[in-house]
């Protein structure tokens, strides 16, 4: 992601775009002027130039001269990481969407730019993809919001996961946003469709575990499966079953370190089961000691780069680090805008957190000691349902 702001003050995000502002001003402008596009460094081909230029900070490339922002969005540059977050109403009947798309939905897709700061609405998804299907609340549970799973895997978005109105699993195949290409697409069918599941990735597979299907079944409540995306043409395979059906009772998030995955079953204080499953030799194992007792919020970890799990204590606004080594975990920053904390993204030396609320979007910029933080707002009348940092979406030009 971008540089940190110099300031941990709230950022203040521009409105919903379809694109870059400043990326559509300078095409409109020099159509007008007619103005032939000039060279990225004068003296050289363009493609060392982009090779020369792709060392620069990205704010850097964005603030020099148009040439060098077009670079910057174009589909041939190293791109860099992004903020995309799946967003609703906050209050359906107080803040109707000028979108039209968005209240026919029951979520949106957006993703924040670091760099222009601006919140950019995704490309719709297919209209096979059965979203609209999907419920956030039901009369018969009036204290709970409904989730909608997602995790991010091999530069993908995924959904995978929801509840109808009949509170049934709302999706039978997974859905793909690839933010390079710009495009939605459907995955292969789930061996079971469920929902309040486990849901995690690993070098680029989304793996998914226990839940409910059309009903209890403790044959779905302790079923693994995996889909890897870096295979063309990959369907969902089983993996070994859990030990017990404990992993159904609520959405719970599964994060990758050290060639395993590991997920609780609750959040919070209260007592928890812990599991960890080894992806080399495709088997589960207890989890050790003082992982379980200090997952006391979201988890999340950068799978990519073989990080550490992260954890956001959502009673003490203490964000630690966790030791496989020592079995320990280390505070990292704590904060009161930590307090409440629902939701986790991990990448790039970042940590994206979002309170249960969704009213703000907390970056802690974990390079640093002490980690340096800061906010992003949603666009207004929206809140976060959840977080993740993929790739920003490419901008081509006529």
């Known amino acids: ?3 940190a702001p110099q300031s941990p003050s709230p950022q203040r995000a521009k409105r919903p775009k379809s694109s870059p502002p400043e990326i559509a001003g300078d095409v409109e402008e020099e159509e007008e002027e007619g103005v032939d596009q000039q060279a990225l460094l004068p003296g050289l081909p363009d493609h060392l130039a982009q090779q020369c230029l792709s060392l620069l900070p990205p704010s850097l490339l964005f603030s020099v001269c148009r040439s060098w922002r077009r670079l910057l969005y ?3 540059f190293p791109p860099f990481l992004s903020l995309y977050a799946l ?3 906050s209050n359906p009947c107080s803040f109707p969407s000028t979108d039209h798309k968005l209240d026919l939905d029951p979520i949106g897709f957006h993703a924040f730019d670091p760099i222009s700061a601006t919140w950019t609405l995704l490309p719709p998804p297919p209209p096979d993809a059965l979203l609209r299907h999907l419920r956030l609340r039901h009369p018969s549970f009036i204290a709970r919001n409904f989730p909608v799973q997602s995790v991010s895997a091999g530069d993908h978005l995924v959904i995978i996961a929801g509840t109808t109105d009949h509170l049934l699993p709302a999706l039978s195949h ?4 690839h933010p390079s290409s710009r495009r939605w697409r459907l995955g292969p069918p789930f061996l079971s469709p469920r929902r309040w599941c486990v849901a995690g990735t690993a070098s680029g597979a989304v793996y998914l575990a226990s839940g409910v299907g059309s009903g209890y079944s403790t044959e779905v409540a302790r079923s693994a499966e995996r ?3 870096r295979r063309r043409g990959a369907a969902w395979e089983a993996v070994a079953s859990l030990r017990d059906s404990k992993f159904s009772r609520e959405a719970v998030e599964a994060v990758a370190s050290n060639g395993k995955l590991c997920m609780v079953n609750l959040r919070g204080r209260g007592p928890k089961y812990g599991a960890v499953y080894d992806i080399g030799t495709d088997r589960w194992e207890e989890m050790p000691t003082g992982l379980l007792t200090g997952w006391t919020g979201p988890a999340a970890a950068d799978d990519e780069s073989g990080g550490p799990i992260f954890v956001a204590d ?3 606004g203490e964000l630690r680090c ?6 320990t975990w280390r505070v990292v920053i704590k904060s009161e805008l930590l307090k409440g904390a629902a939701q986790m993204a991990c990448a790039g030396g970042k940590v994206c957190v979002a309170s249960s609320v969704g009213d703000a979007a907390i970056v802690v910029d974990v390079r640093r000691s002490p980690g340096k933080i800061w906010t992003v707002d949603p666009p207004l009348g929206m809140r976060i349902m959840a977080l993740h940092i993929l790739p920003r979406m490419s901008w081509t030009q006529s």
């Not at 997974?174 to 946003?177: L, T």
């Not at 966790?322 to 079995?327: I, T, V």
């Open 1 to 3: 992601m971008a540089k």
């Open 74 to 76: 174009s589909p041939s």
């Open 87 to 89: 967003l609703s109403h």
């Open 174 to 177: 997974p859905i793909a946003f």
């Open 227 to 229: 889909w890897d995306l």
């Open 314 to 316: 959502e009673a003490s």
């Open 322 to 327: 966790y030791s496989w080594e020592a079995d």
